[in-house]
């Protein structure tokens, strides 16, 4: 147990180190022309060392927040409203899905063509399945990247055993151990299964999350990039590789609302029954409509 508590600490003294070792080098792991920079990234994007520097970045800023409220409730509206932002942007490929549908059902039932060709100078012409699978894209974009907006506008189906019944300063405990012992861990294991997954489909020869740094730099003089662009049908949507992508991005972001979470609980935990949704942004439908808000 010793030994575990004394190599935490020494991974977090490290982190401050490699943060400014990767600042001050930023052509080490930015210069793409570089093969070794590409499988740096590959290397570190999935390593305890990335983790530490940003299990390090959140206690050095919830230090400042505990010293400073407001700088606190400055970082909470500001992953708020990022979440919001991009959920807000990405929940349109939901309408673009509907259209593309319908398009879809007149080109096959009523033209009668096995193809769609949109553009204007330079045609984009695909096979009618290759539209039809895209429409996964679409719903992978609203899953992935509306989740944590859906979470801020408190929208996610919820089981509540105790929540309900307990005071609230006792359900901001609830909330802060939540964030700490469910979200982070989930999405720290999302993003170490996805990043490597996601470079299997970008590049040969395959990382490993087993390989060395130095395995990977040996590797780099082979290395070339290998987007996959193979579709579950002959004519079909051949590009799965964003799916990965999306998956780091998912990842990515609940950690970053994690963060968010529980610092809103903390400070709304500190701040009593007043401070409830403070700086929230939440959808409205309008004067009148308060009634129907939050029933879907």
Same mark, same amino acid.
């Given at each position: ?5 004394? #190599? ?62 407001? +700088? ?78 859906? +979470? ?11 929540? @309900? ?33 996601? #470079? ?7 990382? @490993?999350? @087993? ?37 780091? @991005? ?11 979470? +529980? #610092? ?33």
């Amino acid at each position: 147990m010793l030994d575990a508590i004394l #190599w935490v600490f020494q991974n977090i003294a490290m982190a401050f180190y490699n943060l400014g070792y990767a600042v001050s080098h930023p052509q080490l792991w930015l210069d793409w022309s570089d093969k070794q920079a590409i499988m740096r990234v590959v290397y570190y994007g999935g390593s305890v060392d990335f983790f530490f520097v940003i299990f390090t970045t959140f206690l050095v800023l919830t230090g400042i927040g505990l010293w400073k409220n407001s +700088f606190m409730w400055g970082l909470v509206r500001g992953l708020e409203g990022f979440a919001n932002t991009v959920g807000r942007f990405a929940a349109w490929a939901g309408l673009i899905m509907v259209i593309q549908q319908i398009i879809i059902v007149f080109i096959q039932r009523i033209f009668a063509r096995p193809d769609l060709v949109i553009g204007f100078g330079i045609p984009l012409q695909f096979d009618v399945s290759w539209y039809s699978e895209e429409l996964k894209l679409y719903n992978a974009l609203i899953v992935t990247l509306c989740a944590t907006y859906t +979470f801020v506008q408190g929208g996610h189906v919820r089981v509540d055993l105790v929540y @309900s019944a307990v005071g609230h300063r006792a359900k901001r405990v609830i909330d802060m151990v939540g964030s700490l012992i469910f979200m982070m861990p989930m999405a720290v294991l999302t993003w170490m299964y996805g990043w490597y997954f996601m #470079w299997r489909h970008l590049i040969v020869p395959n990382p @490993s999350a @087993s390989d060395t740094l130095d395995r990977l730099l040996m590797k780099s003089r082979a290395l070339r990039w290998n987007v996959e662009t193979i579709g579950f049908s002959p004519n079909g949507f051949n590009g799965y590789f964003l799916f990965k992508v999306l998956l780091i @991005s998912f990842a990515g972001m609940v950690f970053l609302h994690a963060m968010a979470f +529980f #610092w809103r609980s903390y400070l709304e935990f500190k701040e009593g029954p007043e401070s409830a949704n403070k700086y929230l942004d939440k959808d409205t439908l309008g004067a009148g409509e308060e009634a129907y808000e939050g029933t879907h």
